[in-house]
């Protein structure tokens, strides 16, 4: 940590690799569920310009795939010559409110959904994935070889589609992600095994990334801190990836995460389980069997602001490189708090869907805590158009009981 750390605030402009970002806040991946054909809409458009003009520095598109087997579902953009127009359209959009556009890109590999894809999903080894009722294929060299051409294919897409900054997807269990976990990578090969085997892929790829595109755009990770369950990647694990990746000297940042799509949704997030919510949303062969283990998969863990920071500060420790704070900042405090910390910037996700207009209110000093309940039933939008149903509710939602310590919140806009 510099000495200058402790006078930074929270609303000043702040650099990020080559890019100037008018405050420390950057909207969080929250996959939008507005793309069905895979290509941007005006829903899209709508989504990020209402972050952009509500005061964030940057708003990240979630989740863009670099290859057709590595969208989460068809519901996915996928990265192709043609989602170039669409996407300049979204990104000028977000230019003119005065914010910056971040790409997530990544393969979702063993997360993907094979039958929603038509196409055979991807991971280190053969495995079950229920979503998609198929086996994945286990990854040869030539996939290896294929998806790390694909990752410098998407980002040149992406910076001729208007971005400033790249975020290379390496948690959740997504492909690179699962490459880093012992429990998903047994291999015996150069890629799997020892740690440094299982993070030759990761680092393949952010170096591929860098390389083809240059320093004109920030290029950064979200990288899982642990996977949260037995056998996952470890806090020890992943500071050394962390380590690596910092000596690489490919990335302007890394953001901070957890959890597992797989194995530990719930991770990710704190706060409610909307168990019944995300059941009404999968096939209807898969609600029996999801009623049954539901509570399980979607096991819940009590919620507090900054529930990352006790690990991510480990790596403000071990790291001399920009780290971004993520999960549950949702009160102006707790993100002064991230950047007091040392943290260059705070993502957030939930407390944005809830009110996208909420770092121009910190800033004007009203509404110094986010009517996000942390109920979670966003999760459950991502198929129909990601909202937050607090604000606005739909036909059919089922009513949310907005507990007591909640009730002088501002409920949104
Ligand atoms: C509805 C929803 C969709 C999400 N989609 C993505 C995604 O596509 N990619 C990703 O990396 N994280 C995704 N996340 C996780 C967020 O980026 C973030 O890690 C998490 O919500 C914790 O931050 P928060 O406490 O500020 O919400 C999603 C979260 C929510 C609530």
Not at 96 to 107: D, P, R, S, V
Not at 295 to 315: G, H
Not at 330 to 358: K, N, Y
């Amino acid at each position: 940590m510099s000495q200058t750390d402790h006078d930074r605030t929270l609303f000043e402009p702040a650099s990020l690799g080559p890019l100037r970002l008018r405050n420390r806040v950057i909207k969080a991946a929250t996959f939008e569920g507005v793309t069905p054909d895979g290509v941007v809409t005006d829903e899209l458009i709508d989504f990020h310009r209402r972050v952009a003009a509500g005061g964030a520095a940057m708003t990240t598109v979630a989740y863009l795939s670099v290859a057709p087997e590595g969208r989460t579902g068809q519901g996915c953009l996928l990265l192709v010559p043609g989602a170039v127009e669409g996407l300049r359209r979204l990104t000028d959009a977000v230019h003119a409110e005065g914010a910056l556009a971040a790409a997530q890109i990544g393969h979702a590999g063993p997360v993907a959904n094979a039958s929603s894809n038509r196409a055979r999903s991807i991971a280190p080894g053969r495995m079950f994935n229920p979503l998609g009722a198929r086996f994945t294929k286990a990854a040869d060299e030539y996939d290896i070889a294929r998806i790390t051409s694909d990752y410098e294919r998407g980002a040149r897409l992406c910076v001729e589609g208007g971005f400033d900054s790249l975020e290379i997807h390496l948690g959740h269990n997504y492909l690179l992600s699962s490459f880093l976990s012992p429990k998903f990578n047994q291999r015996s090969d150069r890629w799997g095994g020892s740690l440094e085997h299982r993070a030759r892929f990761a680092r393949q790829v952010v170096g591929a990334v860098r390389g083809a595109v240059g320093d004109a755009v920030a290029v950064t990770a979200k990288l899982n801190m642990v996977d949260g369950y037995r056998g996952g990647l470890s806090l020890e694990d992943s500071l050394q990836v962390a380590r690596w990746l910092e000596q690489d000297g490919a990335l302007d940042a890394i953001e901070l995460t957890g959890g597992s799509s797989l194995a530990n949704p719930m991770y990710l997030f704190k706060g409610a389980a909307p168990v019944k919510e995300f059941c009404a949303t999968l096939p209807w062969y898969l609600r029996g069997g999801f009623r049954l283990v539901g509570s399980k998969f979607l096991r819940e863990y009590p919620y507090e602001e900054a529930y990352f920071l006790p690990m991510a500060s480990q790596f403000r420790e071990a790291l001399e490189m920009p780290l971004i704070l993520l999960g549950g900042i949702s009160e102006l405090a707790t993100a002064q708090r991230g950047i007091a910390e040392g943290f260059e910037f705070v993502a957030m996700g939930r407390a944005l869907l809830h009110d996208p207009g909420i770092i121009d209110d910190w800033q004007r000093g009203e509404h110094p805590v986010s009517g996000c309940i942390h109920c979670n039933r966003c999760m459950a939008t991502i198929y129909s158009g990601t909202r937050c149903p607090l604000v606005d509710p739909r036909p059919g939602d089922a009513p949310i009981v907005v507990p007591d310590w909640a009730a002088e919140r501002p409920v949104g806009v």
